[in-house]
């Protein structure tokens, strides 16, 4: 089994500079870069770092992970975004997994043992969104094997041959949880880790919640009646 590091960048030069000093090379065959357009030095730092980059072919989020998987030189890949939230030794723990049997993995911010940035808060809409939205596809979409409670972390890894099985769509920022609902129409072997997010060290998120959510609501809808 041989394992690749994506990393998914667009304008995250602060994130990069604290993350990827920090990855242990040897633990990938494949360490590479898809870059969304950024212009912060970001593409400059990564390459400078010997770690290719390669600009997605068209906007969006779903669109990088696509041509992610077609640079993909390995079996399996892992999806990091480096903002300075995830630790990087999280990485290294899809590879058990994937020897494992498992065909998708996901590091969770919700599960037990996990922490999300909004745990120390009292009002927590982000995380109780992706609790909310992940049982109901649950509901709507999983015939058997485990849930996926976060369904909308990027953080995660899949084996290629079971990515190409779920014809991801440019139905855009839909990305995350498409997979998991394309994973239980499609019997993909899968589980979850607790991971520990933090806040980010610097920037502001690109996905703002409310258009996001909206958007990813009608992509539920959409997937219900998509013909396979």
Partial sequence: ???ALCLLTWNEID???HDVPLIDRTKFEQ???VDGGSTD???EYLE???IPVYRQTAKGINQACLDAVEWCKCDAFVFYHPKGTIPVEDTYKFREYFESGYEFVVGSRVIKHAHNEEDEKFF???KWFTVGLSFAVRILFRREGNTIWDSLHGFRGMTVSAFRKLCISKFDTSIDIEMVCRSYKFHIKRTEFP???TCRISGKTHYKAL?????LIKYVFWELFRKD
């Fill in 48 to 50: 400078a770092n010997n």
């Fill in 31 to 33: 360490i590479y870069c």
């Fill in 124 to 126: 927590k809409p982000r």
């Fill in 1 to 3: 089994m041989t394992v």
């Fill in 211 to 215: 258009p996001v959510g909206w958007k």
């Fill in 15 to 17: 994130g990069v500079k």
């Fill in 41 to 43: 030095g970001t593409v």
């Fill in 195 to 197: 991971t520990w997010e």
